[in-house]
């Protein structure tokens, strides 16, 4: 009885390992292409700011005038290795720049930076 009840115990605990590189994994980033899949709102591609950089808008309503994009509700700006996200951004497509409204973030770059605020002015060609 007591080998019995330690196979089972350690059949467990086997199959449990097995499982567990399948969780870990799958909270990994999303490669783009998954995340295009996967996005909720509308996405949008503008003109590359940096030669060979996609800009990738995603948000709930978009506006276009012209140059300027008005974004609101989960906005995310995906450009280089950098995020943008904001509650409202309005982007101008010539100038690069993106004035964000609201929770303010902005993740990414070489040294994985995150920062936080209520409203920021962001060029993303300088």
């Known amino acids: ?11 467990a605990f086997v199959c449990h390992l ?4 399948r969780l870990v994994t799958s909270q990994l980033l999303a490669s ?6 996967t996005s909720q709102g509308s996405s949008a591609t503008g003109p590359p700011t940096i030669p060979g950089e996609e800009v990738r808008i995603e948000a709930i309503t978009q506006e276009k005038d012209g140059s300027i994009y008005k974004l609101r509700g989960h906005v995310a ?11 409202e951004i309005t982007y101008d497509d010539n100038t690069g720049e ?5 929770h303010v973030v902005l993740d990414g770059g070489p040294t994985d930076e995150h920062i936080e605020a ?3 002015n962001y060029n993303l060609r300088t």
């Open 1 to 11: 009885m007591i080998s019995r009840t330690r196979f089972l115990i350690t059949a």
């Open 98 to 102: 993106a004035t964000g409204e609201g």
């Open 77 to 87: 700006i995906r450009y280089g290795s950098y995020t943008l996200y904001a509650d």
């Open 118 to 120: 209520s409203h920021a």
């Open 18 to 21: 097995l499982l567990s590189p």
């Open 32 to 37: 783009p292409n998954q995340e295009a899949a």
